[in-house]
């Protein structure tokens, strides 16, 4: 499933934020087609817990990162 990550800056783990809706896939024959929107996230950021080492982080919404799988 297509979804935006997150890598925690203290243990490197990557976890994710959010799914995408696979219905709003791009085709796989168009290499660049759009994907969608970024999740909206407050301009100061959003604090989250990484589930590998639990140290709480404030993440802003250039470091979300597209994942295929």
């Given at each position: 499933?297509?979804?935006?990550?997150?890598g925690?800056?203290?243990?490197?783990?990557?976890?994710?934020?959010?799914?995408?809706?696979?219905?709003?896939?791009?085709?796989?024959?168009d290499?660049?087609?759009?994907?969608g929107?970024?999740?909206?996230?407050?301009?100061e950021?959003?604090?989250?817990?990484?589930?590998?080492?639990?140290k709480?982080?404030?993440?802003?919404?250039y470091?979300?990162t597209?994942?295929?799988?």
């Amino acid at each position: 499933m297509p979804r935006w990550v997150i890598g925690c800056p203290e243990c490197g783990h990557e976890f994710t934020h959010s799914e995408i809706d696979p219905e709003r896939r791009p085709p796989m024959t168009d290499l660049f087609a759009w994907i969608g929107d970024k999740p909206k996230l407050p301009e100061e950021g959003v604090s989250l817990a990484c589930p590998n080492c639990k140290k709480m982080s404030t993440y802003k919404l250039y470091q979300l990162t597209y994942r295929a799988k």
